[in-house]
T-cell receptor
């Protein structure tokens, strides 16, 4: 399985500001995914990020709020823009591997917006 | 459309007793099914997966799950609970060959010494 790291591991931010979360993988992967886990809830897919193309966003998520970059096959960033307290969540990246349907997850970034 | 129902939000067992975490799924096509575990303040770890091979799937840490198409179930079991099993468990479904994972709402397992 891939080894995935995320930065920062946690942050406390003021409303109205933006935070960029980094996801680094130890091997080249085609598909990377970004998820949100709101407090006490399950995971929801935000978007799929393929290298060399625009990210594909799920219903309820828009590029202006969650811009994503995928400059190469081992790295991606997710920006949470113009944050409000409702954005307080754990944000996780994942990659496809070990069989096409299997995803491996990073440790997550815990975000608290005041 | 795919969906997952985890029937228990919280399960509590005594150390050394069996664990049963229930999951029912809905899928229009042949599903792939997974169980992930999330320990406190840790990332998600894949426990096991079913992708249309053997219906009884063995995973890590002594866990296993059985795919029952007639019951649309994929329950997770372990013969003997260990204190280190205390965590949140997520049942997940996807269509075979698709990318999207659909997560259940999770079951919090408590192990009593």
């Amino acid at each position: 399985s891939a080894v995935i790291s995320q930065k920062p591991s946690r942050d406390i931010c003021q409303r109205g500001t933006s935070l960029t979360i980094q996801c680094q993988v130890d091997s080249q992967v085609t598909m990377m995914f970004w998820y949100r886990q709101q407090p006490g809830q399950s995971l929801t897919l935000i978007a799929t990020a393929n290298q060399g193309s625009e990210a594909t966003y799920e219903s309820g998520f828009v590029i202006d709020k969650f811009p994503i970059s995928r400059p190469n096959l081992t790295f991606s960033t997710l920006t949470v823009s113009n944050m409000s307290p409702e954005d307080s969540s754990i944000y996780l990246c994942s990659v496809m591997g070990g069989g096409r349907e299997t995803q491996y997850f990073g440790p997550g970034t815990r975000l608290l917006v005041l | 459309a795919q969906s997952v129902t985890q029937l228990d939000s919280h399960v509590s067992v005594s150390e050394g007793t069996p664990v049963l975490l229930r999951c029912n799924y809905s899928s229009s096509y042949s599903p792939s099914l997974f169980w992930y575990v999330q320990h406190p303040n840790k990332g998600l770890q894949l426990l096991l997966k079913y992708t249309s091979a053997a219906t009884l799937v063995k995973g890590i840490n002594g866990f296993e799950a059985e795919f029952k198409k007639s019951e649309t179930s994929f329950h997770l079991t372990k013969p003997s609970a260990h204190m280190s099993d205390a965590a949140e468990y997520f049942c997940v479904v996807s269509e075979t060959g698709a990318n999207n994972l659909f997560f259940g709402t999770g079951t919090r397992l408590t192990v009593i010494p």
